[in-house]
């Protein structure tokens, strides 16, 4: 496969063009530039708030220098909070062209428009150019989620993910799983498998914290619709969802933002730290996602019973369909189904290979159906995080 | 004769998961014993594999999943009206659940 070199030496597997406002009152001016250039590798990114936050301001860092964007255009209404200077200088000095729209300075909604369909389009054709070089799975980086979960999840798409994974990290590759609340109740045996006794003590006390955090909040990470498709408990939920991780070693634990330092498996701690400041930790699965992409995921293997629909900007998400009566009604949103394992016509083992097959062929550039079908969510809100490293969770 | 519709997960489980629509009056075969459904079952819900009284743990995948708020009969689907978190209480659109 071949992959977009960028000036850090990652590799990326999509040549995206960013469109960022920088509070909501920029929001409809971005997302009129994106529609009007109307082009799937132009996509809208955005944070709402007018407050400043250290962590959105690390995420929208993050998320405009990954390695599937290849340059930015930044759209500020002018009075708001979030250091728009940091964020310009950050993306400029990683290589990438980098436009600052300010609205206030440029005559309003309908000139700010016109000057960023135009710059838009001006980087997509300056990045078309991007040298691109060999890239193998070792260089991949692969995030997992599951969202609608239903009592199938855990024994046919979980599971075959987790079968992926392990191929994936015997391959030399960085995979990334989270969401703590939805891992209470199976903390001790997932600490099994830490790398280092220290890692285990740490993994314990992310989920202990995530456990706190979602009683404060009073309710646990459970949908109405897990409970339609036969999930009763949180810790039910969590056995399921924890399949998705494998069997590999879990190598460290790392924060929204944060990129793995070697290859491996890693655990997303998604909880934020200190008293509950601003809600709950994940409003919706694609907050999620755009977690796992700030820490350098190339692409989402999304699972789901109830049947989600969803994509992301930036990283396409591929969709694996746990329960096959989901998988008859949505299965234009599909691209694998793992019901059949459920109507006892695949294995585990025969689905997880479907899905690392699936895996390369998007990594070479093929369309998933969340793609295909326009799907480009985005969702980035407040949080707060104590620092980073290994010391963290203390 | 068709596969059974419910299987097991892991030998220590107590129940068993759903993989077709199962309706009321059918009859599921248990640990090779027919048992007959009170209610139709959806696929990924449980239903009881062995008696389970009040307060007991309900296993899946070889752990607790939960405990049982009523004393469940072999067969009978466990959800939300006899079973509870003992972490974090559950919820649907209309309330909470298990608190």
Known sequence: MLGYLR??????????????????????????IVSKVDNEDVQLIGFPGCYPNEYSLQMMEKLCTHSNVGGVVLVSLGCEGFNREQLAQTIADSGRPIETLVIQKCGGTKTTIESGVEKAKAIFQQIQSTQKVDMSVADLVVGTICGGSDG????????????????????EATCIFEETG????????????????????????????????????????????????????????????YAKSGASNINGIIKPGEIPHKKGLFLMDVVPDGDPMFGFPNIADNAEIVEMIA???????????????????ISPVI????????????????????GAIIEGKATVEEVGEEI?????????????????LGHKEFLLTYKTFENIGPSCLR | MSRNKFILVNQADNVLICCQPASSGEVALIDDKKYTLSTAI??????????LNSLEKVIRYGVP??????????????HMHNMKSDYIPSHTRQAKAGE
């Open chain 1, 7 to 32: 000036q850090d030496g990652n590799k990326g597997i999509r040549n995206i063009v960013v469109v960022a406002y920088l509070v909501e009152c920029a929001h409809h001016v971005a997302r009129t």
């Open chain 2, 42 to 51: 959806d696929v990924g819900h449980k239903i009881a594999r062995t008696d």
């Open chain 1, 182 to 241: 939805e891992l209470i109740g199976c903390e001790h045996i997932m600490a099994h498998r830490a790398e280092t006794p220290q890692i285990a003590e740490d993994l314990v006390k992310c989920v202990e914290k995530a456990e706190k955090y979602y009683t404060i909040m009073g309710y646990g990470s459970f949908a109405p619709g897990n409970a339609e498709g036969g999930l009763t408990t949180q810790e039910e939920k969590s056995m399921g969802a």
């Open chain 1, 152 to 171: 199938t999840s855990g024994i046919s798409a979980n599971p075959a993910v987790g079968v992926c994974f392990d191929k994936l990290i015997a391959a």
């Open chain 1, 295 to 313: 820490s350098g995921a190339h692409l989402i293997l999304f699972t789901t019973g109830r049947g989600s629909v969803v994509g992301s900007a």
């Open chain 1, 319 to 338: 969709k694996i369909c746990a329960n096959p009566e989901t998988y008859k009604n949505l299965s234009e949103d599909m691209d694998v189904n793992a």
């Open chain 1, 356 to 372: 690392y097959q699936q895996t390369l062929m998007v990594a070479k550039g093929a369309q998933t159906k969340s793609e295909e």
């Open chain 2, 65 to 78: 999943i939960g405990s049982a708020t009523t004393d469940i009969k072999a067969g009978e689907h466990v």
